[in-house]
Nanobody, 124 residues
Framework: QVQLVESGGGSVETGGSLRLACVVS????????MTWFRQGPGKEREGVAVFDSRDGSTRYSSSVTGRFTISPDEAKKTHYLQMDSLKPEDTAVYYCAATRHYYCLLDSSIYIYWGQGTRVTVSS
């Protein structure tokens, strides 16, 4: 069992930055896919960034590549999502998720553990 708790959401203007945090607790998750998803108003849930704990690789959706960075702090058992150059279309509830899977995909259907979400609002 893995527990995930997100924090760091808030309201910013276009071009601003936020850093989201996901504190992980529970069983050993060293071989997990750690991923950030988001769901905007009237939109489907979208995977934006994944960290593969097995080899340290990362992957991003095309909508956030070059602006968002996912990174772990193993000592703090926390995963971060640094979001820069924010746009109004980044407005969403952001969720941290974890799973064990052969491939770390940006596909919500393979994720077992989810946090409660943290809201991000970007104003124009």
């Amino acid at each position: 069992q893995v527990q995930l708790v997100e924090s760091g959401g808030g309201s910013v203007e276009t071009g601003g930055s936020l850093r989201l945090a996901c504190v992980v607790s529970g069983n050993d998750y060293s071989s997990y896919c750690m991923t950030w998803f988001r769901q905007g108003p009237g939109k489907e849930r979208e995977g934006v960034a994944v960290f593969d704990s097995r080899d340290g690789s990362t992957r991003y959706s095309s909508s956030v590549t070059g602006r968002f960075t996912i990174s772990p702090d193993e000592a703090k058992k926390t995963h971060y999502l640094q979001m820069d150059s924010l746009k109004p279309e980044d407005t969403a509830v952001y969720y941290c998720a974890a799973t064990r899977h052969y491939y770390c995909l940006l596909d919500s259907s393979i994720y077992i553990y989810w946090g409660q979400g943290t809201r991000v609002t970007v104003s124009s």
